[in-house]
């Protein structure tokens, strides 16, 4: 398949900002997304990233190097309710069969402290 | 209002007794596609379907059928289901494969013993 790679545990303390990393290798790369999941829930749509760059969208914002194999997820002014998995998912091929593919990591999950 | 609906939620059976993890989506979306979550694993695909009548194989398809007859309904079947198949469900629906977002139903929690 398509190899992604995002730490699997990290706190922060709820005003504060937390920068979430995600590299992965695929071939044809065609698009990155970001997903929040809270426990028990399904996972909800954050951001899309298909060019080099800052997308921003109120507190959350996402960085993709294509380069670099690289995306960030950044949340600003952490609030309790932030504290949920946030995925990262990669469009491509994968690098074993070609075939076209949305991957997802294992995903992060983050802990908001008061 | 815009969702995915999966039925049940919730079950628990033997094994090798037939199962059907039924979803719905209410948004005229070409794209359907079902995935498990594991612990560490994360999401991993199963089946998905471009169109009616079009359906492909993910990551981990054994042990899976899926059909696509109507463009709302993407059904799941274990013909004859396997402890490690326990596992949470999810089904997914986009506009189309392409750079839209996926809207993920409830999640269904399965339990084979």
């Known amino acids: 398949g398509q190899n992604i790679d995002q730490p699997t545990e990290m706190t922060a303390t709820e005003g504060a900002i937390v920068q979430i990393n995600c590299t992965y290798q695929t071939s044809g790369f065609n698009g990155l997304f970001w997903y929040q999941q809270h426990a028990g829930e399904a996972p909800t749509f954050l951001s899309y990233?298909?060019?080099?760059g800052l997308e921003e969208k109120g507190r959350f914002s996402s960085f993709l190097s294509r380069s670099k194999g690289y995306s960030y997820l950044l949340l600003k002014e952490l609030q309790m309710k932030d504290s949920a998995s946030y995925l990262c998912a990669v469009r491509g091929r994968a690098l074993d069969t070609g075939r076209r593919a949305l991957t997802f990591g294992s995903g992060t999950r983050l802990q908001v402290q008061p | 209002e815009a969702q995915v609906t999966q039925n049940p939620r919730y079950l628990i059976t033997v094994t090798g007794k037939k199962l059907t993890v039924t979803c719905s989506q209410n948004m005229n979306h070409e794209y359907m596609s079902w995935y498990r979550q594991d612990p560490g694993l994360g999401l991993r695909q199963i089946y998905y379907?471009?169109?009616?009548?079009?359906?492909d194989k993910g990551d981990v398809p054994e042990g899976y059928k899926v059909s696509r007859k109507e463009k709302r309904n993407f059904p799941l079947i274990l013909e004859s289901p396997s402890p490690n198949q326990t596992s949470l469900y999810f089904c997914?629906?986009?506009?189309?494969?392409?750079?839209?977002?996926?809207?993920f139903g409830p999640g269904t929690r399965l339990t084979v013993t």
């Open positions: 990233n298909v060019l080099d």
């Open positions: 997914a629906s986009s506009l189309n494969d392409g750079v839209y977002e996926q809207y």
């Open positions: 379907s471009m169109n009616v009548e079009v359906t």
